[in-house]
């Protein structure tokens, strides 16, 4: 079933039912490149029966279309996973190793376990079960853009929510990545908690 008139998301996963393999996971995350909060990974394992159209890379996709798919993958899915990492943890083992992290403790939850893992990106060291690593996997598999969906929605959720916290910061706005007016709120105010120190060495006297 093709999902958009130039992209078929499920060839991918049509070959591996084909070779033999039942459930089919997505792994991808959200939120390396921001200056503060966590990094999020989604792992989803998807129902072929039950294709939802609309789905692609998240990046691709308004904040009231993921909202939309976010709610009805959920639905869809046979099993999904959503784990965070938080910007502490991104300090002291750096942001890529946060990242594995985040994707593997995201697949280890899930309440069955997969046949095989779709990775965007590179593979998951030390990651017990069967992967492939695809990338721009976001852009070429339907269950790597369902859990891009997954991970964008939930970490944008987080960071609203835990805004109040941080007032000063506008954090609802900008979701912790570096825009301008980020960067000039903390060369005023300087970091908070939440704020990766490591992401700020360029930025501020650190």
């Known amino acids: 079933m093709r999902l958009s008139e130039d992209e078929n998301y499920f060839e991918i996963e ?15 995350e959200a939120g390396r490149g921001p200056l503060a909060g966590p990094v999020f990974a989604a792992a989803v ?4 029966k039950r294709i939802i159209e609309g789905v692609r ?25 959503v784990a965070m990492v938080d910007s502490k943890v991104i300090d002291e083992i750096n942001i890529n190793n946060a990242t594995f992290l985040a994707m593997k403790n995201a697949i280890e939850n899930l309440k069955i376990e997969p046949d095989i893992v779709l990775v965007d990106g590179y593979k998951i060291p030390n ?18 853009a369902c859990a891009s969906i997954l991970a ?17 910061y506008k954090f609802e706005k900008h979701k912790g990545y570096g825009t301008k007016e980020h960067i ?23």
């Open 127 to 144: 990651l017990s079960f069967n992967q492939r690593a695809i990338i721009k996997g976001d852009k070429k598999s339907y269950s790597i």
């Open 184 to 206: 000039e709120i903390l060369q005023k105010y300087g970091p908070c908690e939440i704020h990766r120190i490591s992401f700020l060495k360029n930025i501020l006297s650190l």
């Open 14 to 28: 049509e070959k591996l039912l084909n070779e033999g393999y039942r459930f089919i996971c997505g792994v991808d």
């Open 45 to 48: 394992v998807m129902d072929r």
């Open 57 to 81: 890379d998240s990046k691709k996709l308004t904040p009231k279309k993921r909202e939309k798919l976010f709610e009805e993958i959920i639905k869809e899915s046979i099993a999904y996973s």
């Open 152 to 168: 964008k929605v939930s970490r944008d959720r987080f960071i609203v929510e835990i805004s109040s916290k941080y007032p000063l």
